[in-house]
């Protein structure tokens, strides 16, 4: 399974406006059942495109807000390594306060507990 970088101001905006949302303990996440629309990327591979953002509401240190951001794509790294085959999905991803402080056990949950509704609904 790989894991691709989401980009695109144009895609993103689309996700915020009409992604699903799913909420967990240490991030939020929008998403959508599909691979980007781009003449380059091949509609039947199944690869996740994955996201990040943090606002200023998040934290004022961006530093801080990176690392956020760092220990959630970190998360998906190793959990979608393990993996052998997803549905493609467009995920934007947005840490919450608690991801600062969580053990990083408690990121991956939130990871499982997402790609298991990917999965089975």
Do not use: C
């Not at 895609?11 to 909420?23: A, E, I, M, P, Q």
């Not at 961006?62 to 995920?91: S, Y």
Request: proline share 5%; no cysteine; net charge positive.
């Amino acid at each position: 399974m790989k894991l691709r970088r989401l980009s695109g101001r144009k895609t993103n905006d689309f996700l915020l406006r009409k992604g699903r949302v799913w909420k967990g303990k240490t991030m939020m996440i929008r998403w959508l059942p599909s691979a980007p629309r781009r003449r380059a990327i091949d509609p039947g591979a199944h690869e996740l495109y994955l996201g990040t953002f943090a606002s200023m509401k998040l934290h004022k240190s961006a530093v801080k807000r990176n690392r956020m951001r760092r220990r959630i794509r970190e998360a998906w790294r190793i959990h979608v390594k393990e993996l052998d085959t997803l549905p493609a999905a467009q995920l934007l991803i947005s840490p919450r306060i608690a991801s600062l402080e969580a053990p990083f056990e408690d990121i991956r949950q939130d990871v499982r507990a997402f790609l298991s509704l990917l999965t089975h609904g």
